[in-house]
């Protein structure tokens, strides 16, 4: 029996989210702040004991507390809901119980339960918060109803779990009706208990040393290991006779260093002659001397040098702790001898921390191999865990199944129409359900499995931080992805303040992108080259001012629609934008060059050229150069700079690092400087206008 499937609604950020859940690992990723813990948080809250919040409520619930204070209306306040639906294989031993639980099933291969947070007596949280906080002559109150639930323990006053069976109705053409059953709340939580449990490693391990109540040591990390999983008959004796000789000793020597302080206290008459005499023993157990007595240490075998665990480093014991913790939740689900949970859920946050790559890289394939260790020594292999890993490593995205990824997106509440501004709630999209479309290319039909597999490929490689970033930028290729941090700072320097990810793709691919990101709902710009080829014959290159002159980007055909430069060229900015996929496409454009009084109108072919004609001055001075010598008159300039730069002598990495060197100030060329401002104008607010109070309080400052 496992998971398959979880429905969380009004808890945080999670205002009505869906999530399939993998047969082994699934993998929550996504930008900060986008609801990873609180799917994680969730669970606790339900599950792992911790208690619900005021502040757990949507903020888009929070209205409707206010609604029912001034309403009464019961059926107003706001429930935090979690569904949670299991497969059951009906040849095995669980269905029976299942059944057993749920005998109204119509799908006897998919279960569900429902728990929800709600309301137990609205009444009388209306009537104990008028007592406390009337309505005052203003028509106002001293605090709001959240703010009341907020004090301490009066949510839990009033709030509390209810349980649902739940049963899938199929509807042809739409989502399935789901029908609810209420549970007694007894028989609710029996059977919860029955169905799943939930285990968690915390994001925040504090691994040390030390004894702080914020601080996990390995010793006692082991020691609850020993404890609870490894203690045997045969090991216990063995102890209790090492230690019971150890006590016997121990006493005798407490006995013999203590005699005299006794034989003064009896002098002064404690104990009295017919009191019992002092004694000091020795009282250690086995038990007590691995929980409190015991240091792990790090010995060298050769040299037998050991040193404590302050000693190592953190990613070692991070690791060490982690399968520790893993293979100890998984034991104790196994030793569970009577009504052992069909299921067990173990979420592991943020495992990555202080891990290098390459540790990064194989954490879920060893933290599968503690827990295939611990299963086939209980004799039971096919008993293993569902693993839910929260992460922002791009080095664990590399190792896991592309469709086991969960990718948690920001977005605006629902039925807001605010295109801009804070982002409060959030969307998760499975990667199992992304399907690209097929695609025409260069005449030939590429499949939907052959893109979906360049995708997985290509990511895998290079780009799995696309998933943490809130936008993209596609460029060319080496020369754009080194110049791009110093374009921002000169074109957008907003942009500095929020996550970007540059993908390497070239005009061949960046279109390939397109379902996937249009999937995520990232926002991305496309920079790119007009690569003008001849407009008759074999399509070898040309200037871009050739008459007739055509596009070999396969990128620019695809996404623009237009295959000559001259229809290019003629796009207005509004064109090259697609508001429903949230894209940007920048290419060349005419360069108006100024040089010794004469102007004149060219057309880049690439991004080199135009860094050229944008910053012609600077190659006139000789702080950049080409490795040619520019003719004196500018119309000769066009065909030389065109040569030089399709050469094979032409090094255009080393050209990008004499820009990136260069003293004097260089421009951005303006289609790149266009693209940019467009991605800013999407991820940051407009500045706010500054007053001129504000301006003299700044200097007086």
Known sequence: MRVSGVAIRNFRRLENVQIDIEERESIFVGPNNSGKTSATAVFRCFLGGRDFKIHDFSVARMADFDTF???GDAGLLPKISLDLWFTIDP??????????????????????????????EAKKLREHYDAAYPIMEDGTRAKTLPQY????????????????????????????????????????????KHLIRVEFVDAQRNINDDDSSRSNRLSAAFATFYQKNLEQAGHAADAHRVIDAN??????????QFDPLFKLIKHLGVPSINDRELQIISSLSPETALRGNTELLYIDPNRQHELPELYNG???????????????????????????????????????????????????????????????????PSLVPQLVVTTHS????????????????????????????????????????????????????????????????YLRLTHCDLFFADAAILVEGAVEKLLMPSMIERAAERLRTVYLTILEVGGAYAHRFEGLLSFLHIPYLVITDLDSVAPTGYPSACRADVAGARTSNASLK?????????????????????VAKDRCIAFQTDILVSDGGVNETLRPRTLEEAIVYENFGLLRSGALSIGATLPAHLNEVYQVVYDQIRSDSFKKTDFAMDILACTEAWIVPGYIAEGLS????????????????????????
């Open 69 to 71: 204070a001034t309403t």
């Open 91 to 120: 040849k095995s031993i669980a269905f029976g119980r299942v059944f057993t639980l749920l005998p109204k099933l119509s799908d006897f291969t998919r279960v569900g339960i429902r728990l929800s947070y709600e309301v137990a």
């Open 149 to 192: 639930l907020a004090l301490d323990g009066n949510i839990g006053r009033y709030f509390t779990v209810c349980y649902s069976s739940l049963d899938e109705k199929p509807q042809d053409g739409i989502p399935p009706e789901i029908l609810t059953s209420q549970l007694d709340p007894h028989e609710g939580k029996r059977l919860l």
């Open 247 to 256: 006590n016997k000793q121990l006493t005798e020597h407490y006995a013999k």
């Open 314 to 380: 953190l990613g070692f014991k991070n690791l060490i702790y982690m399968a520790i913790q893993a293979r100890h939740f998984h034991s104790q689900w196994l030793m569970t001898a009577e009504n052992r949970p069909l299921c067990l859920m173990i979420f592991i946050e943020e495992p990555e921390v202080h891990l290098h790559a390459q540790v990064q890289q194989t954490f879920i394939s060893n933290i599968w191999q503690v827990i295939n260790q611990s299963a086939e020594a209980a004799g039971e």
């Open 394 to 457: 791009s080095h664990i995205m590399e190792a896991v199944d592309f469709e086991k990824v969960r990718y948690f997106q920001r977005c605006h509440i629902e039925g807001e129409t605010v295109a801009t501004g804070i982002r409060n709630a959030s969307a998760v999209r499975s990667l199992r359900a992304f399907q690209p479309e097929a695609e025409t290319i260069n005449g030939r039909i590429v499949p939907p499995s052959e893109s979906l597999a360049f995708l997985k490929r």
């Open 558 to 578: 695809k996404l623009c629609g237009q295959t000559t430069v001259a229809d290019l060229i003629a796009l207005t900015s509004a064109e090259k934008q697609h």
């Open 678 to 701: 467009w991605l800013e104008s999407r991820l940051s607010p407009p500045l706010a206008a500054v007053t001129e109070t504000e301006v003299s309080a700044l200097k007086e400052a």
